[in-house]
T-cell receptor
Framework: EAQVTQNPRYLITVTGKKLTVTCSQNMNHEYMSWYRQDPGLGLRQIYYSMNVEVTDKGDVPEGYKVSRKEKRNFPLILESPSPNQTSLYFCASSSPGAKNYGYTFGSGTRLTVV | AQSVAQPEDQVNVAEGNPLTVKCTYSVSGNPYLFWYVQYPNRGLQFLLK??????LVKGSYGFEAEFNKSQTSFHLKKPSALVSDSALYFCAVRDRPLGGGNKLTFGTGTQLKVEL
């Protein structure tokens, strides 16, 4: 089944403790992206990657890092999480030839930073 | 820069009545337009898209949307609402040609509540 898999689904952590949210897709998509969803703000892009070893900032990149060493994986790294990074995070992938011309989204990771 | 506006935070409708969820957009060229739905504690599910062609597009679960270029709108509609349609709906836009990072820009979302 074509899908984007994120882990973990839920995470509670403390301020300053480094964490990684993993994202993997099995559709051989070139393009991957991370979004955060906050009430009243919709989804905002954090980082994106056009292909392996090609990443760039989205609209809200501060406090986040990403890497794209393999085509299928696009982890989101929070080096020193802060409470304002408490949010619902979505990974997505796409390709010029992708079905529906849009994205396939993961199920989301709900992160709470205390 | 591309942008999307969903002017209503919440839309309430009685079951069996028609529903409309509004969306307007701004892009520099011709748009790809999408509607996604999010049920509680779930990810985003694709509903429908407009790429080119007929202005009225049909999607999943009986939803449809009308592309209006002059009004830069892409309103989501359904002739007869169901309680199970209650969810958070997002409109999204992407520029074409495919460039600029393939970025999908979302609206702030509209909570649809369908009551008996």
């Amino acid at each position: 089944e074509a899908q984007v898999t994120q882990n973990p689904r839920y995470l509670i952590t403390v301020t300053g403790k480094k964490l990684t949210v993993t994202c993997s897709q099995n559709m051989n998509h070139e393009y991957m992206s991370w979004y955060r969803q906050d009430p009243g703000l919709g989804l905002r892009q954090i980082y994106y990657s056009m292909n392996v070893e090609v990443t760039d900032k989205g609209d809200v990149p501060e406090g986040y890092k990403v890497s794209r060493k393999e085509k299928r994986n696009f982890p989101l790294i929070l080096e020193s999480p802060s409470p304002n990074q408490t949010s619902l995070y979505f990974c997505a992938s796409s390709s010029p030839g992708a079905k529906n011309y849009g994205y396939t989204f993961g199920s989301g990771t709900r992160l709470t930073v205390v | 820069a591309q942008s999307v506006a969903q002017p209503e935070d919440q839309v309430n409708v009685a079951e069996g009545n028609p529903l409309t969820v509004k969306c307007t957009y701004s892009v520099s060229g011709n748009p790809y337009l999408f509607w996604y739905v999010q049920y509680p504690n779930r990810g985003l599910q694709f509903l429908l898209k407009y790429i080119t062609g007929d202005n009225l597009v049909k999607g999943s679960y009986g939803f449809e949307a009308e592309f209006n270029k002059s009004q830069t709108s892409f309103h989501l509609k359904k002739p007869s609402a169901l309680v199970s349609d209650s969810a958070l709906y997002f409109c999204a836009v992407r520029d074409r040609p495919l460039g600029g990072g393939n970025k999908l820009t979302f609206g702030t979302g509209t909570q649809l509540k369908v009551e008996l």
